[in-house]
């Protein structure tokens, strides 16, 4: 099941639903920000290493104000088309933009005050779990405690082993991975000592 091509779509029915200066959880990013975000990722290989090496950022920022500058409809239009054949993300879409698709789509929906948790077909809600298992050895790898993982079936992961305490996160395997990609509105509850949550909560995890 192309679950990436589907949450790229609602995605972008979700941008054209609040409008291109809707705020999201990427800092100041607006969803034009986003927008112009995921289209150089896929579409200006020259410019998108500066997205994870900072010695390169001035260059992939100038890029991505000049393609925010397209006019709204069509900027989603770019979106929702996908990389072009060209891009190297065509041929691993769904491994590589099943968790970008989903988190950023999260990352407008929970901007806004009146955001509820999504109900997940099964099969998405297991491939986001093998993607919060993997994330969480990177995101949660300064913890001082050990951090286990645990969805609503009782399955558990363990993500960083460190002395004999540890604290639990139990959700959605979906709420699961936000919290892993550094975001805080979630739905996710914490089991361990308060001093171990404050710990684990207050850890750097953005990518």
């Not at 001082?144 to 002395?163: H, N, S, Y």
């Amino acid at each position: 099941m192309p679950y990436a091509r589907d949450e790229r779509h609602a995605l972008v029915e979700t941008m054209r639903t609040v409008g291109p200066d809707a705020p999201t959880l990427c800092g100041d990013w607006t969803a034009r920000d986003l927008a112009a975000h995921l289209v150089l990722r896929e579409r200006r290989m020259d410019a998108s290493p500066g997205i994870l090496v900072p010695a390169l950022a001035g260059h992939t920022e100038r890029v991505q104000r000049g393609i925010a500058r397209k006019e709204w409809n069509s900027l989603l239009d770019d979106v929702r088309s996908g990389p072009p054949v060209w891009s190297p993300f065509r041929l691993v879409d769904e491994q590589a933009n099943l968790s970008e698709m989903f988190i950023h789509h999260e990352d407008v929906r929970r901007a806004q005050s009146d955001w509820t948790v999504r109900t997940l077909p099964d099969g998405m809600q297991d491939k986001l779990w093998r993607m919060a298992t993997g994330i969480g050895r990177r995101s949660y790898r300064k913890s001082p405690v050990g951090v286990i993982l645990e969805r609503p079936d009782g399955m558990r992961a363990t993500v960083r082993k460190a002395g004999s305490r540890s604290v639990t996160l139990r959700g959605e395997p979906g709420e699961l991975l936000m919290h892993a990609f550094g975001r805080d509105e979630v739905r996710v509850a914490f089991d361990g000592t308060a001093e171990d949550i404050a710990a684990v909560t207050a850890l750097d995890r953005s990518m």
